[in-house]
């Protein structure tokens, strides 16, 4: 009686592995769709290092705004003293597009200036440094910003 539970319950798992694997992949592929439409690298899956990195200033003065919060998808950085910062993603080595979020967060310390959103392109990237395997390198852009004192 024990071996034919014993293989009841094997063919019984062996069944729900597989179901569980087929809906896996249905819920990574919709689950991990950011609100643009694009999907995110999964593991096993050829990727890239996309690099956004730059320079804040005031628009008036021109002078670098250090502790500006600066969001790329899932990355987030601070401006430091000279306004500089950097932002990566890892994604699909392919065109990509993605939404930098720039946002003033230490109030009046440094004079208090609007929000910014910009959305960055990446058409026809060109990678270094990658390997013979799944990962195709990284790629970089440059942008700087001047950000409007809120009024």
């Known amino acids: 009686m024990n071996t034919l539970r014993t293989i009841v319950y094997k063919k019984f798992n062996a069944l729900i592995g597989i179901l569980l694997s087929l809906l896996g992949f ?16 999964e593991y096993g899956t050829p990727h890239a290092t996309f690099i956004v990195k730059g320079n804040v200033k005031s ?31 890892i994604d ?36 270094s440094g990658g390997s013979d395997t799944w990962y195709s390198g990284e790629t970089e852009k440059e942008i700087n910003v001047k950000l409007k004192d809120k009024e």
């Open 59 to 89: 628009d008036k003065t021109s002078t670098d705004l250090p502790n500006i919060r600066v969001v790329m998808g899932i990355d987030t950085a601070y401006t430091d003293e000279s306004g500089d910062y950097q932002v990566g993603n």
């Open 26 to 41: 249905g819920a990574a592929c919709s689950l991990n769709s950011c609100e643009y439409g694009t999907f995110m690298a």
């Open 92 to 127: 699909f080595p392919d065109d990509q597009t993605f939404l930098l979020e720039m946002k003033d967060i230490d109030g009046e310390v440094n004079g208090e200036y609007q929000a910014l959103d910009t959305i960055v392109e990446f058409i026809n990237p060109e990678f």
